[in-house]
């Protein structure tokens, strides 16, 4: 066979992604040698409108369009870090109510990463199971803060909608159903064969890897890294309410895919544990004053660790928003990962990755 | 024979694109397709390839990077074609209007058909959208049909219409009338 080295490029618009993002694989007969990618189609420019055109108080309410898929995410960080810079206290309950609908949006964002996997590994019938169990969540999630996806849900001194009884009801019974179907699911990525050893070893980083590419998230975790911001901070309630740090080994689709089921399993008993304890108080105090000086706060999105850096000068306008997101950090490690891999398992590494391009572009 | 204008109504493939937006409106057209609204259940199918699709969604406020990936996708699809903006920022440019890498919605690039509003749409919004573009997307495949009575004839291929050479016949009848009043104006 011939020594040649083919260019295939994949995207900018492609079947099996959901984002515009391009890759340029230089592949040498079936195996991937070097890899470009060029991720900035949907740079909108967020964090300069932040200071320029939104008020401090709005800005929680933006910041949620750099991602829809952790959207809650980044309007709490951007929130925590605002009110690290203001007078006042958030109440117990808005936090418990913060931690609940991070961890929802926790569970649907795996589950849809989950199904993308699937698909791409020519399993359409699961994809849509997946798709269809995930529902229930977006209804809690509807039913909570009034909207399905961009919820909107949390601003500067507490969040903006108080759970009632009925709803928390709904809660445990959706979440207890959900959780049988884990199980299932479980039973399913371990034993199918479709989707366990066609997994194994593919698209594998190591532990030494990791570190040194500075992996974020699941990735890292299934390589054995013991990185959480979860567990790193105690800013959120996290320690109260069971939450329990996972990690695998082997660091291929097969563990990524472990290390997300068991993580949703965590997710669902943390979220049953917040509904049966949420304590009494307001949900939302009123903070005083204009963010004055810098903070830097950092969470665990679904993707991996999101980071927030804030300035400002007693002024209603920001001095610098500066977003960090886990996918951005996360590149040089799926450009190691995707050497001296097969080209034909490269779209269903690049799903169990769970990229997020309009985070990474802002 | 193969007929394509009623598998096109019957079947309609969409192809989706990415025009910068935040991926909530994505996923909620993802989620329309799968089981609980089942979009499939009108025969929608998600395609990526735009020679075979019928309908245009597109999400996000068109940045500036990829509004030449989306006009492009445009003109290669075959009309008729329908196009559904999907999304408050796609309308109209929505929270990111007037950002300095922002193109401000779609319309001023590719002519819309459907406008879906919403941050993010609901898939029951998105639906009815679809459902709607249908019917726009058989007008249109009438009005295509309306040249008739400019060409005198319609020319058929594998039931698509061969524009072309309906437009050389009435080409050719012209140049035969110019030919004769000029032979007029000579004698
Ligand atoms: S309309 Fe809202 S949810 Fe939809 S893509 Fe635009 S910013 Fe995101």
């Known amino acids: 066979m011939s020594k040649k080295i083919v260019q295939i490029p994949l995207g900018s618009q492609h079947i099996s992604?959901?984002?515009?993002?391009?890759?340029?694989?230089?592949?040498e007969n079936e195996k991937i040698i070097d890899v470009d990618s060029d991720v900035g189609f949907v740079h909108r420019g967020i964090e300069r409108a932040c200071t320029t055109k939104f008020k401090y108080d709005k800005i929680a309410y933006v910041v949620a369009r750099v991602c829809g898929l952790c959207a809650i995410t980044h309007s709490l960080t951007y929130t925590m870090s605002a009110e690290s810079l203001l007078e006042g206290e958030v109440s117990m309950k808005a936090k418990y109510l913060r931690v609940l609908m991070v961890e929802l949006d926790r569970i649907h964002s795996h589950m849809l990463c989950l199904s993308h996997v699937s698909e791409?590994?020519?399993?359409e019938a699961l994809f849509m199971q997946i798709m269809g169990?995930?529902?229930?969540?977006?209804n809690l999630q509807e039913k909570i803060s009034g909207n399905r996806v961009q919820f909107d849900y949390i601003d500067i001194g507490?969040?903006?909608r108080d759970i009632s009884l009925s709803v928390e009801?709904?809660?445990?019974?959706s979440l207890k159903e959900l959780r049988g179907k884990i199980e299932d699911l479980i039973n399913e990525f371990e034993n199918n064969y479709t989707l366990s050893l066609r997994f194994k070893g593919i698209g594998a980083l190591s532990l030494k890897e990791a570190q040194e590419f500075n992996a974020l998230g699941p990735i890292a975790r299934a390589a054995g890294l013991v990185t959480d911001v979860r567990s790193e901070s105690n800013d959120l309630p996290y320690s109260e309410i069971g939450f329990k740090i996972v990690t695998s080994s082997g660091g291929d689709i097969y563990a990524r895919n472990m290390v997300r089921l068991h993580e949703i399993l965590n997710s669902i008993t943390m979220c049953e544990n917040i509904v049966s304890g949420i304590p009494e108080g307001e949900i939302k105090t009123k903070f005083k004053g204009k963010p004055n000086g810098e903070a830097l706060?950092?969470?665990?999105?679904?993707?991996?660790e999101l980071m927030y850096y804030v300035k400002g000068s007693s002024k209603p306008m920001l001095d610098r928003l500066r977003i960090k997101t886990p996918t951005f950090a996360s590149i040089p490690a799926f450009v190691e990962i995707f050497k001296g891999q097969e080209y034909a398992n490269a779209?269903?590494?690049?799903a169990s990755f769970d990229p997020c391009m309009s985070c990474t572009a802002k | 024979m193969f007929d394509l204008k009623k598998y096109r109504k019957k079947s309609p493939w969409i192809l989706h694109y990415n025009a910068g937006s935040c991926n909530g409106c994505d996923i909620e057209i993802l989620a329309s397709l799968a089981p609980k609204y089942d979009l499939e259940r009108f025969g929608v199918l998600n395609t990526g390839n735009p020679k075979q699709s019928d309908v245009f969604l597109v999400t996000g406020p068109v940045t500036f990077r990829s509004r030449e990936r989306l006009v492009e996708l445009y003109t290669q699809m075959p009309s008729p074609k329908v196009v559904i903006a999907v999304g408050s920022c796609t309308c109209s440019g929505g929270v990111f209007r007037d950002m300095y890498n922002v193109e401000d919605g779609i319309d001023n690039y590719i002519p819309v058909d459907v406008y879906v509003p919403g941050c993010a749409s609901s898939p029951e919004l998105i639906i009815?959208?679809?459902?709607k573009a249908l019917e726009i997307l058989e007008q249109k495949s009438k009005e295509i049909e309306l040249p008739k009575k400019l060409f005198g004839t319609i020319k058929e291929e594998e039931g698509v219409l061969n524009l072309r050479e309906m437009a050389l016949s009435v080409a050719q009848k012209s140049e035969q009338i110019n030919a004769q009043k000029s032979e007029q104006n000579e004698n």
Do not use: H, Q, T, W
Request: glycine share 8%.
């Open chain 1, 297 to 304: 706060f950092r969470l665990e999105a679904p993707r991996g």
């Open chain 1, 158 to 160: 507490g969040v903006n």
């Open chain 1, 347 to 350: 779209p269903a590494i690049l």
């Open chain 2, 128 to 131: 009815d959208g679809v459902v």
């Open chain 1, 17 to 27: 992604l959901l984002e515009p993002v391009k890759f340029k694989f230089s592949c």
């Open chain 1, 169 to 173: 009801d709904d809660i445990k019974v």
């Open chain 1, 133 to 138: 169990d995930r529902e229930p969540i977006m």
């Open chain 1, 120 to 123: 791409n590994a020519g399993y």
